[in-house]
């Protein structure tokens, strides 16, 4: 079946330390995004890649970083920089390409990773 | 700056009852309008999309509708089950993202 996924489901983070969580899809998108999960917030857009080598800062980039160095995968590194790195981090796709921003395909999310602090 | 709002922020019914979620937004410059449905610990599922040229869409027991020129979208769900009780979530789609509101948490008791 098509879909997102994310790993690991649960992770943990040490003072000082990176930490990277994955996502994978095999939807065959352009367009992926990371976005963050405070309570009682919405989801808030941290970075987002239109195509392979190319990505964007959200709303919210400081002390995260990404890479798209293939189209199926679009890794987030939750640096040391980052002082309050917990929350739940979701992953989503979509058709949209580049140059298209007005695209009315829906995203597709995957079922996150819940970062805490050690 | 898009801001959406979701009003009310929880809600609970009986099972049977039909039932409405609201969603406002301060730009009417919008693509489209999405309302998703999020489980506990889990991500978001897309349940309908609005183009930004249409009035409503329809799924099952769920009909949205969106008026852009007040900045209104709402959720409409018929007979309510206790399978529905979840977060809901709408979002706005201005120039290459989303954006969200807080959500509607609701509870369907049988």
């Known amino acids: 079946d098509g879909g997102i996924t994310q790993s690991p489901k649960y992770l943990f983070r040490k003072e000082g330390q990176n930490v990277t969580l994955s996502c994978e899809q095999n939807?065959?998108?352009?367009?992926m995004y990371w976005y963050r999960q405070d309570p009682g917030q919405g989801l808030r857009l941290i970075y987002y890649?239109?195509?392979?080598?190319?990505?964007q800062k959200g709303d919210i980039a400081e002390g995260y970083s990404v890479s798209r160095e293939k189209k199926e995968s679009f890794p987030l590194t939750v640096t040391s920089a980052q002082q309050n790195p917990t929350a739940f981090y979701l992953c989503?796709?979509?058709?949209?390409?580049?140059?298209?921003?007005?695209?009315?395909?829906?995203?597709?999310f995957g079922d996150g990773t819940r970062l805490s602090i050690l | 700056k898009q801001e959406v709002t979701q009003i009310p922020a929880a809600l609970s019914v009986p099972e049977g009852e039909n039932l409405v979620l609201n969603c406002s937004f301060t730009?009417?410059?919008?693509?489209?309008l999405q309302w998703f449905r999020q489980d506990p610990g889990k991500g978001l599922t897309s349940l309908l999309l609005i183009q930004s040229s249409q009035r409503e869409q329809t799924s099952g027991r769920l009909n949205a509708s969106l008026d852009k020129s007040s900045g209104r979208s709402t959720l409409y769900i018929a007979a309510s089950q206790p399978g529905d009780s979840a977060t809901y979530l709408c979002?706005?789609?201005?120039?290459?993202?989303?954006?969200f509101g807080t959500g509607t948490r609701l509870l369907v008791s049988p």
């Open positions: 730009d009417s410059a919008i693509y489209n």
């Open positions: 989503a796709s979509s058709i949209d390409r580049a140059g298209t921003s007005n695209s009315n395909q829906p995203q597709h």
């Open positions: 890649s239109q195509i392979v080598n190319d990505f």
């Open positions: 939807l065959n998108h352009d367009a």
């Open positions: 979002a706005v789609k201005g120039f290459q993202k989303l954006v």
